[in-house]
């Protein structure tokens, strides 16, 4: 097999963007996928689907939820988008506490189907577990990673305004997608009768208005059409299938090798170095060992934690770089459980244009200076408002479809995305007797809320209802759903950053403590979840860890 310089495993938002970085600066890169090839286009075959054209009318019969239902709860998964989604027996995993692991597997991975919130981390949440004490510190914070926010933002293409919200830090922005009429008279109410809670419009990887760098990626304008997760044609959201990929392969350096199911990476003991990747053909079960100088871990999450703990050696007999034994331990997860729901009276002679891609965001209000609350961390709240279909009575003829065409009043929803706090009982781990269709162990998920995650959900639903009251909305519901922890889908930690190797698997520029050509800037190497959405900072932190592996590279020191 030939020899690489770099190897990234896994293809999705952090995978694409260490191809991107690392080819560009010279280096021939293997990059592994487990699932399928996707090309952009011609692999989206909903894309312009019509509702009425889908054997179930975008509906899954009650057979195949029988049959997948773990993935048929995923949000966003319907008969248009299964085709980017698992199907439960192929992928199996152990469940010892419940946790609904949701996956995609394609070149391309889950930014194919991803909710692309691309908010900042502020200082707050760089700082908040060495100040509040519920875990250990961060080795980087908000300075470190702001050029290269930047630097990812310009790339991709993310819309929003510059609010100059200290606990959401403004970017590099393209024109937003403007806040309707409803909206607008929430934002107003909340200013007025809050000191502390701002409601913006989101900040959303969709192209807006395309500058040249995106065009030269071959993407255009978001159409408003609102089917992102079918694959979107017009390249208007941001994927690794769409961006960071190709421009890689316009390099000549890239080397993408779908069918790809990683067992284990490959430990020299004369170097004390990482050698290279062992590999099962999907299909075949063929076993195929790649080499390479450096090596990064961007299979997402869970699947990173199971590859380092499955590379096993005389020197690391218990996971790649696990000494402390921290290897899979302080999983994290973001808190989704709360949500409200109100009807806004007024506004009926309005309406809006297109379909709308992206939601408002009420940025965190809680415990950032210091801790106002019976519980640790914070909550961002997602809102938007619309208007519903207008119910008919009558079934069939005229009167029916003339109800159908007529809008509703308009309706106002918020829904949590809160913080979980560092649990070293969180953890995954490897079965010892249950193996894959590859022979690899499986994972064993053991993960679950605490009393300070009761104690946020319980904070949301009061502080929801209020606000709600507050925008002047009525028939107020607020809603616990206590899903399971895995199906917000932002799971996180296990090979955590950290300044001292005892405490942590990962250093400030996300090298293994104990082997330092080894990279992990998926959402593995979280040291703690924060509230806001995590996606451009696994882009940030790849990036510029990337660089720093070639600078390493180039000094001779990995």
């Known amino acids: 097999m030939p020899d690489f310089d770099a190897i990234v495993i896994g293809s999705g938002i952090s995978g694409g963007w260490a191809a991107k970085e690392l080819c560009e600066k010279g280096l021939k890169t293997l990059v592994l996928e487990r699932g399928r090839n996707i090309e952009h286009i011609s692999d989206y075959p909903t894309a312009f689907t019509e509702p009425w054209e889908f054997k179930h009318r975008n509906w899954h019969p009650r057979q195949y939820k029988k049959e997948n239902p773990l993935i048929s709860k995923a949000a966003g998964y319907n008969e248009d988008t299964a085709h980017f989604f698992i199907e439960d027996k192929d992928h199996p995993y152990v469940q010892e506490k419940p946790f609904d692991w949701i996956r995609g597997y394609q070149v391309g991975g889950k930014s194919l189907i991803w909710g692309r919130a691309c908010q900042r981390w ?12 519920y ?31 200290e606990s959401m830090p403004d970017g590099e922005f393209l024109p937003p997608i403007e806040l309707n009429c409803v909206e607008k008279a929430v934002q107003e109410k909340f200013l007025k009768h809050y000191k502390n809670r701002y409601l913006v419009q989101g900040r959303w990887a969709q192209l807006t208005e395309p500058n040249e760098v995106h ?39 890239l080397t993408v090798r779908p069918d790809s199911v990683v067992h284990s990476i490959l430990y020299d003991e004369k170097s004390g170095k990482a050698s290279g990747v062992r590999v099962i053909d999907a299909n075949t079960k063929e076993v195929i060992e790649y080499k390479a100088r450096v090596i990064f871990v961007n299979a997402s999450a869970l699947n990173s934690n199971l590859i380092l703990l499955n590379s096993q050696s005389n020197r690391f007999p218990n996971g790649l770089g696990n000494d402390n034994g921290l290897l899979g331990k302080y999983i994290g997860f973001h808190i989704y459980r709360g949500s409200a729901h109100g009807e806004m009276p007024g506004y009926e002679d309005k309406y809006v244009y297109g379909k709308n891609p992206v939601e408002c965001i009420l940025a965190n209000f809680r415990n950032l200076g210091k801790q106002d609350t019976d519980f640790l961390g914070g909550y961002t ?4 408002a619309y208007r519903a279909r207008r119910d008919a009575a009558e079934g069939i003829g005229a009167d029916y479809k003339k109800a159908l065409s007529e809008p509703r009043g308009w309706e106002v929803y918020m829904y949590m995305q809160g913080e979980s706090m560092p649990n070293e009982n969180n953890q995954v781990r490897l079965s010892p007797d249950q193996k894959d269709q590859w022979g690899i162990p499986l994972l064993v998920t053991s993960v679950g809320y605490d009393d300070n995650s009761e104690k946020m959900v319980a904070d949301f639903l009061t502080q929801s209802r209020e606000m709600l009251e507050v925008a002047g909305c009525q028939n107020i519901s607020t809603h616990d759903n206590k899903q399971a922890p895995g199906l917000d889908i932002h799971e996180m930690g296990g090979v955590r950053m950290g300044r001292d190797p005892k405490t942590s698997l990962l250093n400030e520029w ?10 992990v800037t998926d959402g593995a190497c979280m040291t703690s979840t924060g509230n806001q959405s995590p996606s451009i900072l696994y882009m940030a932190l790849t990036a510029r860890a990337a660089n720093r592996a070639v600078a390493e590279l180039k000094a001779g020191k990995l």
């Open 381 to 384: 709240t997602f809102m938007g």
């Open 215 to 253: 065009l030269e990626q071959g993407r255009g304008r978001c159409q408003r059409r609102n089917l992102c997760m079918r694959g979107c044609p017009y390249g208007g959201y941001f994927s690794s299938v769409t961006s960071t990929l190709p421009w890689a392969k316009k390099t000549g350096n």
């Open 135 to 165: 875990g250990i510190d961060w080795p980087i914070r908000y300075t470190d990673v702001a050029p290269w926010y930047s630097h990812v933002e310009k790339f991709i293409g993310v819309c929003g305004h510059k609010d100059g919200i």
């Open 510 to 519: 996300n090298q293994l403590h104990h082997c330092k050509n080894v990279f």
């Open 122 to 133: 502020s200082e707050y949440e760089f700082t908040a577990p060495a100040r509040f004490d």
